[in-house]
């Protein structure tokens, strides 16, 4: 008639063990599934930026040499603005935009459909045509005719 005490050791079931590792795993996947997708997407991101980085750097370079340029010279696929009788030369190979300063020749990193000159009134357009996402993209750059040229002309005529 000896009852004896029962001894009971508060632990886990191995049940409640597999649900509990169950639902950690669902966790540590979601988690992990969210961190990769964040990851993409900060890639993407910089891609972007770095892209739009470059666009507005060599906008503002040849907005630069147009405005400050006391000639622009124009042929086809090329342009060359003087500055202080120095020439920066623009010229499109392969559907790319080059610069050349200084027998520096650089990559802009740009596709470029074309590159022309329109006349208008009181000078010219220089038009650049990107493709920009599939989409084509103009850059008109103003270009005030060069005086020294117009001079010559009066002189060449009244000589004459």
């Avoid at 009971?8 to 649900?19: D, L, N, R, S």
């Avoid at 042929?75 to 020439?87: I, M, S």
């Amino acid at each position: 008639m000896n009852k004896g005490k029962q001894h009971t050791v508060p632990a886990f079931t191995i049940f409640e063990v597999t649900v509990v590792l169950a639902i950690m795993s669902v966790v540590v996947s979601m988690v992990a599934f969210s961190t990769q997708s964040l990851f993409k997407q900060m890639k993407v991101t910089e891609d972007i930026h770095a892209e739009l980085n470059n666009f507005y750097k060599v906008r503002s370079m040849l907005w630069y040499d147009c405005v400050m340029a006391d000639s622009i010279t124009f042929q086809e696929n090329e342009f060359l603005a003087f500055t202080n009788g120095v020439p920066v030369q623009y010229r499109v190979e392969e559907d790319r935009l080059y610069r050349n300063q200084d027998g520096q020749d650089r990559d802009l990193n740009l596709d470029i459909l074309s590159l022309e000159k329109m006349d208008v009134d009181a000078g010219s357009d220089i038009i650049l045509t990107f493709d920009w996402k599939g989409e084509p993209l103009e850059w008109r750059f103003f270009n005030l005719p060069n005086l020294a040229d117009g001079v010559n002309q009066y002189f060449d005529t009244r000589d004459g």
